[in-house]
């Protein structure tokens, strides 16, 4: 028996006061609605509907659970009116998670202007650097980036595309003296992102050819942004993405190094768990994110695919 079909069967048939005039009503045939009432009472275990071929009328029991009937129907009516704004208008609660400092160059300055243009729209937004469990802890999407993605069962749609640059403060190559080749860098204080997919092995390539060098940094720290600090305060050289310091290398606050060679890139992605029914809050933060994103990728953004749950976020 399909309990809620043969509620409603009960309701309508009460209300209508007439089986024929209920299977009209609901499309179904007179069989059917007598099966619907029949199961409902043995389930049930009393008589709801005394009926006959010329009449028929509810009993004091039927009488009874067709209160509590019609104020349950009107309830699951309720609630599904409830989220019909959140099928066509960016409304509740938007649970995001995303690394410090890519959030805090790149994305925070803008968020304001996404609320104001959604006013029943929420964000809670969590700046952490740790692996986060999309599904466990309930969040509606990550931003997150990584050197290569593996398959998952999660939904990710690139955003953008971060180069990284090799550099550190004029003083500090006035007194070490600048790197010519990758090589260079044994002799130089490194300073290491601890987090990185690539914090022990910096790779760079020329002209067909990949060197490698081992990071035996004195100064390892699970932020980009301390990695900038150090940087600016001459301690030593690091591989660090060009958002993060371009401000710094225009002004000359830091020199980049090694500008003939290619390097590593991050690519951000939004991850969230699933493309079916997409909720318009959720579409709505794709697309400010997409927009935002924008000028610093100019190869476009792909369709979503698969990813790694568990990569990690410079």
Known sequence: MDRLTALRVFRRVAELNSFAEAGRSLGLSPAAISKNIAELEAHLGVRL??????????????????????RGLDA???????LLPNRTAPSGTLKV??????????????IPRFLSRYPALKLDLHLDDRRVDIIREGFDLAIRGSDNLEDSSLIARKLAVMPHVLCAAPSYFEKHGKPKTPADLKALTSVRFSLSGHADIWTFNKDGRTEKVAVEARYSVSSSLAVRDALRAGFGVSLIPSPYVEDDLK???????????????????????SRQHLAPKLRALLDFLERISSVSNRQGFPKERKSDSSCWLE
Do not use: C
């Not at 699951?76 to 409830?82: I, N, P, V, Y």
């Not at 998670?97 to 803008?110: E, F, G, I």
């Open 251 to 273: 002004e000359g606050r830091l020199q980049p190094a090694l500008e003939d060679w290619s390097t590593v890139e991050t690519t951000l992605y939004a991850v969230y768990p």
């Open 49 to 70: 509907i005394n009926r006959t071929t010329r009449r028929m009328a509810l009993t004091e029991e039927g009488r009874l659970y067709l209160e509590h009937v019609t």
């Open 76 to 82: 699951l009516a309720e609630a599904d009116q409830a």
């Open 97 to 110: 998670s995303a690394p410090m400092t890519v959030t805090l160059t790149q994305l925070s300055a803008s």
